[in-house]
T-cell receptor, first 108, second 114 residues
Framework: KNEVEQSPQNLTAQEGEFITINCSYSVGISALHWLQQHPGGGIVSLFM???GKKKHGRLIATINIQEKHSSLHITASHPRDSAVYICAVTGNTDKLIFGTGTRLQVFP | NAGVTQTPKFQVLKTGQSMTLQCAQDMNHEYMSWYRQDPGMGLRLIHY???????DQGEVPNGYNVSRSTTEDFPLRLLSAAPSQTSVYFCASSYSYGGSTEAFFGQGTRLTVV
């Protein structure tokens, strides 16, 4: 079993829909990261959080430390949100442990 | 600041050839790492370094060498390329503060070994 599990693996949505991507982890962490990877592109950090909730534009990330679970929400989705979203965690060291990613496609 | 600069962006190698993937960061981060990304799998750690002169193996180190002579640079060397090394490679640097770690990634190198 992977230490970081994401669901769903693939997600399609119509423009305007509310999207949720889930991440569960089984190790102790100091922080959880949500990353975005566009097709053929590099990886960009969206959020780093260790508790509570963060919001940036239409993106919201939440984490429940007790349940070892995080969610990434996208409100009013747009085709430009189409990307792979990756959850990763860091423990007591700088090492990142990655989930396998969620491929999101938003259609107009 | 340029962040993490990774070159080349694309490379095709023949089996048995060698090459070096370059990675440089200008943020004075101590921790740098190399990952490979394969379909259906999360990024896997190849090698990492916690500072100049210090390197260590990650999850999938076989077939790769690294060195860290300066804080800025962390090249990844393939000594004798194999088709199994066809992958997308990412370099990252990170720093820790307040118990959390923030990571920055290069643009990736798509490597094909034929």
């Amino acid at each position: 079993k992977n230490e970081v599990e994401q669901s769903p693996q693939n997600l399609t949505a119509q423009e305007g829909e509310f999207i949720t991507i889930n991440c569960s982890y089984s190790v102790g962490i100091s922080a959880l990261h949500w990353l975005q990877q566009h097709p053929g592109g590099g990886i960009v950090s969206l959020f780093m959080l260790s508790s509570g909730k963060k919001k940036h534009g239409r993106l919201i990330a939440t984490i429940n430390i007790q349940e070892k679970h995080s969610s990434l929400h996208i409100t009013a989705s747009h085709p430009r949100d189409s990307a792979v979203y990756i959850c990763a965690v860091t423990g007591n060291t700088d090492k990142l442990i990655f989930g396998t990613g969620t491929r999101l496609q938003v259609f107009p | 600041n340029a962040g993490v600069t990774q070159t080349p962006k694309f490379q095709v190698l023949k089996t048995g050839q060698s090459m070096t993937l370059q990675c440089a960061q200008d943020m004075n981060h101590e921790y740098m790492s190399w990952y490979r990304q394969d379909p259906g799998m999360g990024l896997r750690l190849i090698h990492y370094s916690v500072g100049a002169g210090i390197t260590d193996q990650g999850e999938v180190p076989n077939g790769y060498n690294v060195s860290r002579s300066t804080t800025e640079d962390f090249p990844l060397r393939l000594l004798s390329a194999a088709p199994s090394q066809t992958s997308v490679y990412f370099c990252a640097s990170s720093y820790s503060y307040g118990g959390s770690t923030e990571a920055f990634f290069g643009q990736g190198t798509r490597l094909t070994v034929v």
